[in-house]
């Protein structure tokens, strides 16, 4: 460990000199590289030094207890080295969560694609409460939320909502969001009042950067049109609704929203940017490893992740056999215990496989 620390320290010295460098303010995307990578290391290196003080002190103590002849002095010794000893061993955790192999993409905001699954139109008023869950925790966390493309269904729901959230870590807290959520309660247009259970699939993408991806100009295809309406006065009589199209990787994305064209397709490039992204993320993992099934990282949305029990109050998470019994909390938003556990179930999973 004090191998590794001493690593960080290196390079820590070595960020700080080169972001000193007037010449890199030309060159944008190595200066944004760089920043990112001193944010995730700063905390660490700051953590490495309190454990080293901590290991400096401890030594001093042991060096008094053994060599001073002042009774005093030693008896002072003796009550302070169990804390500093305590304290050691509670950095050193920190210190080997904090060392792990870090996500690239932890620091970035989130595009939350939540759509609608089996079970018709109770599966599309289910969309719609996980939509209203993640706002509200957005809310709580005072992330600012964002919908880059909604299509609602007939009795209120939504068979597709696409979310921008903007946070300093949002994608390290929600990306284990990603998966099959499923319901199951009594439907509104169910008269004999048997309970139905219905599914919905959320996908976490980290908001990818001009920097993080190429998309080439002339691999796009854009179609204009007019945005779907109500009919009446609301119409758009100028086609403002924006289909861009990735014409390597056949991905899609739509914006109609806005009343503005750009901003539509402003929010368009923004989904198919992030979708690109993740795709290429996808195919990298898929090389380093074709038998990793864990949902951490992954964005796997074939898993089913939590299930949603309205007769007995009751939210699962399927991952962490972790239960709460306060449904209305949880669709308010109340996530924490549920995100918690799934951090420290895959700080747990990658110990486990770095053996540090």
Not at 14 to 20: F, P, R, S, W, Y
Not at 140 to 155: K, N, Q, Y
Not at 308 to 328: A, C, E, G, I, K
Request: aromatic share 4%; charged share 30%.
């Amino acid at each position: 460990m004090l191998e590794k620390i001493q690593t960080i320290k290196t390079r820590i010295n070595e960020l700080e000199t080169m972001l000193a460098d007037p010449d890199l303010v030309s060159d944008f995307s190595k200066s944004q590289g760089l920043l990112r990578e001193h944010a995730m290391i700063k905390p660490l290196s700051e953590l490495s030094e309190e454990f080293t003080s901590v290991v400096e002190q401890i030594d001093q103590l042991k060096s008094i207890i053994r060599n001073d002849s002042d009774k005093e002095v030693v008896e002072l010794a003796n009550l302070e080295l169990p804390e500093l000893q305590e304290k050691q061993i509670n950095l050193e955790q920190e210190l080997r969560i904090a060392l792990l192999p870090k996500d690239p993409n932890d620091f970035k905001n989130v595009i939350m694609e939540i759509r609608a699954g089996t079970g018709g139109e109770e599966a599309s008023l289910f969309a719609a409460d996980l939509y209203r869950m993640y706002s509200r925790y957005s809310q709580r966390r005072g992330w600012p939320l964002e919908i880059l493309s909604t299509s609602e269904s007939e009795a209120g729901g939504v068979k597709e909502v696409v979310i921008q959230i903007k946070g300093d870590g949002a994608f390290s807290i929600l990306k284990h969001e990603s998966g099959g959520h499923r319901v199951q309660r009594v439907p509104v247009t169910e008269s004999s009042g048997r309970i139905h259970t219905s599914a919905a699939t959320v996908a976490v993408l980290p908001e990818a950067e001009e920097v993080d991806v190429e998309i080439r100009n002339e691999d796009l295809e854009i179609d204009i049109f007019h945005a779907s309406g109500h009919g009446g006065q609301s119409v758009q009589k100028v086609a403002t609704a924006v289909r861009i199209k990735h014409v390597p990787t056949g991905i899609l994305a739509i914006c109609q929203d806005e009343r503005s064209q750009h901003k539509n397709k402003e929010k368009a490039m923004a989904v198919l940017r992030s979708r690109v992204y993740k795709q290429e993320l996808e195919r990298q993992q898929k090389e380093i490893s074709e038998d990793r099934k864990s949902q951490v990282g992954s964005g796997d949305r074939s898993e089913r992740v939590r299930t949603y029990n309205f007769p007995q109050q009751r939210v699962t998470d399927h991952r962490t056999n972790m239960s709460q019994y306060n449904l209305d909390e949880v669709l308010d938003g109340e996530l924490d215990p549920f995100i918690n556990g799934l951090i420290d179930r895959e700080q747990q999973i990658k110990l486990e496989e770095s053996g540090i």
